[in-house]
């Protein structure tokens, strides 16, 4: 059973950046893929970001590529998603999560385990 903590929101002007973090326990981290979805409240889970078990192949959703940067270290067990350039469009509650594979999906249902969300507020 994994285990997942966000941590790294805030409230940021936009223009402005923030990094999330995701600390992983529980498993054996580098057998996952991880992923970034984000959430408003009455709508679906939105597919940000995903990235392979050893770190070297990152997936973007096109509403953010260019302006993230996903990235993992399977020494400290985290994932992290570095976001720049953030728009009021980017507000929204940023879950991570981990799949046990090689490849991450971009689709929900793919990951198995889930962190309980961290709130990135972006102000105009």
């Known amino acids: 059973q994994v285990q997942l903590v966000e941590s790294g929101g805030g409230l940021v002007q936009a223009g402005g950046s923030l990094r999330l973090s995701c600390a992983a326990s529980g498993g054996t981290f580098s057998d996952h893929a991880m992923g970034w979805f984000r959430q408003a409240p009455g709508k679906e889970r939105e597919f940000v970001a995903a990235i392979n078990w050893s770190g070297s192949i990152p997936y973007y959703a096109n509403s953010v590529k260019g302006r993230v940067t996903i990235s993992r270290d399977n020494v400290k067990n985290t994932v992290y998603l570095q976001m720049n350039s953030l728009k009021p469009e980017d507000t929204d509650v940023y879950y991570c999560?981990?799949?046990?594979?090689?490849?991450?999906?971009?689709?929900?249902?793919?990951?198995?385990?889930w962190g309980q969300g961290t709130q990135v507020t972006v102000s105009s």
């Open positions: 999560s981990a799949e046990r594979a090689a490849i991450p999906g971009t689709r929900d249902y793919r990951y198995s385990y």
